[in-house]
């Protein structure tokens, strides 16, 4: 077997080259400690992001998840979202890694911090699919998905510090009243830095590279050196601009070039970055690839070695400008960062939704460039070192998060950044987030000028009282008159005649006995929304069965949507791998059969190519139900997608024609 060797660091100023031990790590204590442990507990911060996966380790749990992940690569784009011919695993050591990449007919391509790539030698999907019906297999692999960098644009512009307007957005420079970040080390997790950088080596204490396509950690594509910018790029030395903890130790983890990111380089960097000594690490990349259970489960195992060695994790959310959720931000023990405009709206661009956790400014932020250049990016990437920067802050304010790094530490410095914003609502249309990080709100919270945990469980005993006044606004009652006014408040309210009279708005709909009961409070369904299926005759003897018209609810259209089929000689095929264009918006799709589930290679062939039509249309809810709850007036009460309650803000009422009008995740209109 032929095995590629990789190991190397690079050392940068202000460390002894004998002191710095290569960045590795105790394996079996960090990667294996409890992989087949399911992830069920719900940390008191970030609770609502929690999802359970599992690493596969028996040998029939191996094997399904062989089969569900090789099936779930069919709905992908190969060399797209995923690396073809390569895969990674966990191992121990190396003679466990030889082992297992011998079991796969595999070559070693990289082996570093207990993460194995291998190159397969064909399509990843294949091996797994054939792997799952082997008996003896008994070690798992991975599809090894491609990340993208968050970044917008880039506009070149002159190195000046009155260029970063974000500072007096986010309070940077009161903050520095208290601290400038000394003492705290902050991993930026990228594509690596320009090392030499007027700005930036000063505070470079150390940098190493993971993949096996690098041979140092020196960024050829300006992404990384611009984020290491934005959190600590040097102060007071006449050059250029300031990062958000300009004496801060910058720890630059290089993970791979603009095209070559992947999961598993990723998860490499974030264990090195760790064992290294990092306090806080920030991830300006992602994934919003389909990933399977078994690869979610590899990346938590990672962040959750962070979270107990007391690291906090720092997210982009991602710029697809979708509620759809973004890898590793949408996970537990991570704070998901988007993009606030300078106008004080969220970008059109960044990703939304309850699993993001803050904003910060991200559009034209000045910062450190390739070759001693500065420039102007734009992206959820950008906007996600300044929060890292900010918790930089925190562990530098408050020493006793530096030493005694536990979860609770994480714990801690997480509820003080989800407190520390000016509680705002930035919205781009109907989609919003909560909330732009302060600088200055944090590191108060960190010296104990403000108290947090009171704070904390202020904010807590807020929300479930909301929680709990909207789960009894949900239920007809003897008294159906609602608490507050329910209309939809700001640019939400139905415009024109469409806006509720007073005597129509649900807060003055109390009558005079104070009983709101009778025959009329019910909930009304509407009736489903169901795609249209025909079947479509095909130029070459066959005939496609699948939905024509489907319901654009906001999501990335998918093979599984469609229920595709095609019919030849008599028998029906499921089509197993097609590319889809154009899916994500209201309008046309093209769908390309690329294969069906027949091992019969001339019916695969005649079909390969094969190019379908399909209308997309703007409907609440794909495949559901809307519900509403009403009281005795007719007075509408609450709404219900698929079982699940929209919020007020999302839609309004037309009480002349009787239609939720909804705006948000959903678009459209449904009768009442």
Same mark, same amino acid.
């Given at each position: 077997m032929k095995k590629k060797n990789f190991i190397?660091?690079?050392?940068?100023?202000?460390?002894?080259?004998?002191?710095?031990?290569?960045?590795?790590?105790?394996?079996?204590?960090?990667?294996?400690?409890?992989?087949?442990?399911?992830?069920?507990?719900?940390?008191?911060?970030?609770?609502?992001?929690?999802?359970?996966?599992?690493?596969?380790?028996?040998?029939?749990?191996?094997?399904?998840?062989?089969?569900?992940?090789?099936?779930?690569?069919?709905?992908l784009e190969k060399g797209t979202d995923y690396v073809p011919e390569e895969a990674f695993f966990i191992a121990e050591n190396e003679y466990q890694a030889e082992s297992v990449a011998e079991q796969y007919d595999a070559d070693i391509v990289s082996y570093k911090s207990g993460v194995v790539i291998v190159d397969l030698g064909r399509d990843v999907s294949e091996v797994m699919e054939e792997k799952s019906r082997e008996?003896?297999?008994?070690?798992?692999?991975?599809?090894?998905?491609?990340?993208?960098?968050?970044?917008?644009?880039?506009?070149?512009?002159?190195?000046?510090?009155?260029?970063?307007?974000?500072?007096?957005?986010?309070?940077?420079?009161?903050?520095?009243?208290?601290?400038?970040?000394?003492?705290?080390n902050i991993a930026i997790v990228d594509t690596g830095a320009y090392l030499d950088h007027e700005d930036l080596s000063d505070n470079i204490t150390a940098a190493g590279y993971t993949p096996s396509n690098m041979s140092s950690a020196y960024d050829i594509s300006g992404h990384g050196t611009h984020v290491a910018g934005v959190a600590g790029a040097v102060c007071n030395n006449g050059l250029g601009g300031c990062g958000v903890a300009p004496e801060a130790n910058l720890l630059i983890e290089a993970v791979g070039n603009s095209g070559g990111i992947t999961i598993a380089t990723m998860v490499s960097g974030i264990?090195?970055?760790?064992?290294?000594?990092?306090? @806080?690490?920030?991830?300006?990349?992602?994934?919003?690839?389909?990933?399977?259970?078994?690869?979610?489960?590899?990346?938590?195992?990672?962040?959750?070695?962070?979270?107990?060695?007391?690291v906090i994790i720092v997210a982009a959310a991602g710029n697809y400008a979708t509620s759809d959720k973004c890898y590793p931000a949408a996970l537990d023990h991570v704070i998901a960062v988007a993009n606030i405009a300078?106008?004080?709206?969220?970008?059109?661009?960044?990703?939304?939704?309850?699993? @993001?956790?803050?904003?910060?400014?991200?559009?034209?932020?000045?910062?450190?460039?390739?070759?001693?250049?500065?420039?102007?990016?734009?992206?959820?990437?950008?906007?996600?070192?300044?929060?890292?920067?900010?918790?930089?802050?925190?562990?530098?304010?408050?020493s006793s998060f530096r030493e005694n790094k536990n979860s609770d530490t994480v714990d801690a410095v997480t509820k003080i950044i989800e407190l520390s914003t000016d509680g705002a609502e930035y919205k781009y249309g109907s989609r919003q987030v909560l909330g732009k990080i302060d600088a200055l709100k944090a590191v108060q919270y960190a010296v104990g000028e403000r108290d947090y945990e009171s704070d904390y469980e202020e904010k807590q005993r807020?929300?479930?009282?909301?929680?709990?006044?909207?789960?009894?606004?949900?239920?007809?009652?003897?008294?159906?008159?609602?608490?507050?006014?329910?209309?939809?408040?700001?640019?939400?309210?139905?415009?024109?005649?469409?806006?509720?009279?007073?005597?129509?708005?649900?807060?003055?709909?109390?009558?005079?006995?104070?009983?709101?009961?009778?025959?009329?409070?019910?909930?009304?369904?509407?009736?489903?929304?169901?795609?249209?299926?025909?079947?479509v005759q095909l130029g070459n003897g066959g005939t496609a069965n699948y939905y024509t018209g489907i319901y654009f609810t906001g999501k990335k259209l998918k093979l599984k949507d469609l229920n595709l089929s095609v019919s030849y000689n008599g028998q029906t095929y499921s089509v197993k791998r097609a590319k889809i264009g154009n899916g994500k918006n209201a309008g046309n799709a093209t769908v390309t059969i690329k294969k069906l589930d027949t091992s019969d290679k001339t019916i695969n062939a005649q079909f390969k190519g094969t190019s379908l039509s399909v209308e997309i249309y703007p409907y609440p809810v794909s495949k559901g139900t809307v519900s509403v709850a009403v009281n005795s007036k007719g007075n509408v009460k609450s709404v219900k997608v698929n079982g699940k309650k929209v919020k007020k803000t999302m839609y309004g009422v037309d009480t002349l024609s009787q239609n939720i009008i909804f705006t948000g995740n959903y678009t459209g209109t449904a009768e009442y």
């Open positions: 190397a660091v690079v050392i940068a100023v202000a460390l002894v080259t004998s002191s710095l031990p290569v960045w590795a790590m105790e394996v079996e204590e960090a990667v294996n400690e409890g992989v087949s442990e399911v992830v069920d507990e719900v940390s008191e911060a970030g609770s609502d992001k929690v999802e359970e996966y599992t690493v596969p380790k028996t040998q029939s749990e191996i094997r399904l998840a062989l089969q569900q992940t090789a099936e779930s690569l069919g709905k008996q003896s297999v008994n070690s798992m692999i991975y599809p090894n998905y491609y990340c993208d960098l968050c970044t917008e644009t880039t506009l070149p512009d002159d190195p000046k510090l009155t260029r970063q307007w974000f500072h007096e957005s986010i309070n940077s420079s009161d903050a520095w009243e208290y601290t400038m970040g000394e003492g705290a264990y090195d970055a760790v064992d290294y000594g990092a306090d @806080v690490i920030n991830v300006s990349l992602g994934t919003m690839s389909d990933l399977d259970d078994s690869t979610k489960a590899i990346m938590i195992n990672a962040i959750d070695y962070a979270y107990e060695n007391g300078g106008t004080g709206k969220l970008s059109s661009t960044s990703n939304f939704g309850d699993w @993001v956790d803050i904003g910060a400014p991200g559009v034209a932020i000045y910062s450190t460039y390739l070759n001693n250049g500065y420039t102007d990016l734009s992206g959820t990437s950008v906007a996600s070192p300044m929060v890292a920067g900010v918790a930089g802050l925190v562990y530098a304010a408050n807020a929300a479930s009282e909301e929680n709990d006044t909207s789960e009894d606004e949900d239920t007809p009652s003897g008294n159906d008159t609602p608490a507050g006014n329910d209309t939809p408040a700001g640019n939400d309210t139905p415009s024109g005649n469409d806006t509720p009279s007073e005597d129509d708005t649900p807060g003055n709909d109390s009558s005079g006995s104070g009983s709101g009961t009778d025959g009329n409070s019910s909930e009304v369904v509407t009736t489903p929304f169901e795609p249209e299926k025909e079947d």
